[in-house]
């Protein structure tokens, strides 16, 4: 029997694998996990169900690969030129005035969502891991080995350093085959929670073949069944031997171009050279340490703040749940669930020329190019739009945001009222 067959593989991987439960939900969360390729041929491959290549996925116990991937954004933004960092936490100084690091992960990896990128991934088992992102005269590195987390930017020449205080913990849980509690324990559990959950607003089929980086392929799709979606689609390449997702497309209601295409141009699942996660700080690099991540740590976070809000938040994002985000309500059900919150202050986003606001002119610049002027039963707002996630703030300082259309939006903001 293979490895990714056996019954402890498919405890550990179910684990791994609720991807494809949020992929259902949330289409958007996997835009840096697995990067794009045209399909090449329709390869002459066994008969299979959705239930049964969702199992073939959870079944995957792959622990070592390496590779080339090329990812596509296009969400439809103005172009950010070199205000990306800028909006990105930490970005360019910190709250006590030092100068931040261009080599910063938070900042840094904004740019992948716009454009076209190439990537190079290594992996091996959970505690080792490398992505670098590729431009024509650089390279910026991200590099997990063990307790160590380093990231170097090879154009500035500088690398941010932390550590990773839960990594034995982890490691240990992953050993064992540990599995969460209330997470499938089996392929077949874990593909019956998907199709279930799928039901009412969701259709799941196995749209024929496909070739990605030289591997014949399954393609999964993935479809709202509710209208005022903006998502359209979802297309998920998945190896046939290992069931290891290779390619993923997520196509707009709207049609034209895909929002995210992302896929290995080549891949290799042999175990990457233990020197793959080595790295030692060029001579002349200035290193940024970061604060520890420390496991469990809640020492940053509101007493009140929601169970479900991540522990590792951007500091901005910690100090404005105090303000409201604990308020945070979810209208709807499936593709097209609405978030509500309310903004810090009870009021809305303050302009360049407001008497209670500071915002940069480049800031302003980019608000004004997404937004869009509504009125309704809520009063007036301002309508920010993607092709792919939109965001009503009004007057008074109300949030409802999505992957639904602008008139949903506004329909939902009526109905608080």
Do not use: C
């Amino acid at each position: 029997m293979a490895p990714y067959e056996s019954e402890s593989a498919g405890r550990r991987k179910a684990t791994r694998y609720v991807v494809p439960v949020a992929v259902v939900g949330v289409a958007a969360a996997t835009i840096g996990l697995v990067p794009a390729l045209a399909d090449s041929g329709n390869p002459d491959l066994p008969k299979i169900s959705a239930q049964q290549l969702i199992e073939k996925i959870a079944k995957s116990d792959v622990q070592q690969m390496s590779g080339t991937v090329k990812i596509s954004t296009d969400l439809g933004l103005p172009s950010l030129g070199g205000m990306a960092g800028g909006f990105a936490p930490g970005a360019g100084g910190s709250s006590d005035g030092k100068a931040g690091s261009s080599a910063d992960p938070q900042s840094k990896l904004m740019e992948l969502a716009s454009g076209t990128h190439t990537l190079r991934i290594a992996a091996d088992g959970s505690d080792r891991h490398k992505l670098s992102v590729l431009d024509d005269a650089a390279e910026y590195s991200v590099i997990h080995n063990g307790d160590e987390v380093w990231a170097y930017d090879s154009a500035s020449n500088e690398a941010y350093h932390a550590k990773d205080a839960a990594a034995g913990d982890r490691a240990a849980k992953h050993r064992e085959g540990e599995t969460p509690k209330g997470v499938p324990a089996t392929p077949k559990e874990l593909a019956d929670e998907v199709l279930k959950a799928s039901g009412k607003t969701t259709s799941i089929s196995v749209e024929g073949t496909s070739q990605v980086a030289g591997r014949d392929a399954y393609k999964l799709l993935v479809k709202p069944k509710q209208a005022g979606s903006t998502v359209g689609g979802i297309t998920i390449s998945v190896d046939a031997k290992t069931g290891v997702p290779l390619k993923f497309t997520l196509t707009p209601a709207g049609g034209g171009k895909a929002v995210v295409d992302a896929g290995f141009t080549k891949v290799d699942f042999s175990k990457p050279a233990a020197s793959t996660f080595d790295f030692t700080p060029p001579k002349g690099t200035k290193v940024t340490e970061g604060d520890d991540l420390k496991a469990g740590d809640k020492s940053h976070a509101p007493k009140d703040m929601p169970k479900d809000m991540p522990k590792d938040m951007p500091k901005e994002l910690r100090d404005a749940q105090g303000g409201g985000m604990k308020d945070l309500k979810v209208i709807g059900e499936g593709w097209t669930s609405i978030a509500e919150l309310t903004l810090p202050g009870g009021q809305g986003l303050p302009t360049g020329g407001s008497a209670s606001g500071d915002v940069p002119p480049e800031a302003q610049k980019f608000m004004d190019a997404l937004g869009d002027h509504v009125t309704g039963k809520f009063g007036s707002g301002t309508v920010f739009s993607t092709r792919l996630v939109n965001a009503l703030i009004t007057d008074d300082g109300k949030v409802y945001a999505g992957a639904v259309t602008k008139d949903a939006l506004v329909k939902a903001a009526n109905a608080a009222q």
